[in-house]
Nanobody, 127 residues
């Protein structure tokens, strides 16, 4: 099993930046595909980004491509989501996720199969 704890959320103005962190503990970090989802008020949870465990391939939803970057620090068991050029539509609770079996390339369409989730961190982008 793996435990996930997010941090780094907060209030930022339109056009600003934030970096979210996800600390993973409890199991072999490198065994997991990792990623981020978000849920805005009144909306369903949606895929944001993921990174594969073997080669570090990255995947993004179209609305964040070119603005967000996912990365991992295997030595520290951390996953990051660097968010630049933030917009009010990015306001949401951001959740870190991990799964050993579901490849990161499939996270956009099969999120219900992901095994582990953090409790989330709130990002608010003011206009």
């Amino acid at each position: 099993q793996v435990q996930l704890v997010e941090s780094g959320g907060g209030l930022v103005q339109t056009g600003g930046s934030l970096r979210l962190s996800c600390a993973a503990s409890g199991s072999t970090f490198r065994s997991y595909h990792m990623g981020w989802f978000r849920q805005a008020p009144g909306k369903e949870r949606e895929f944001v980004a993921s990174i594969s465990r073997a080669y570090g391939s990255t995947y993004y939803t179209d609305s964040v491509k070119g603005r967000f970057t996912i990365s991992v620090d295997n030595a520290k068991n951390l996953v990051y989501l660097q968010m630049n050029s933030l917009k009010p539509d990015d306001t949401a609770v951001y959740y870190c996720a991990a799964d050993r079996g579901l490849h990161a390339s499939n996270w956009n369409s099969r999120s219900m199969s992901i095994g582990y989730w953090g409790k989330g961190t709130l990002v608010t982008v003011s206009s």
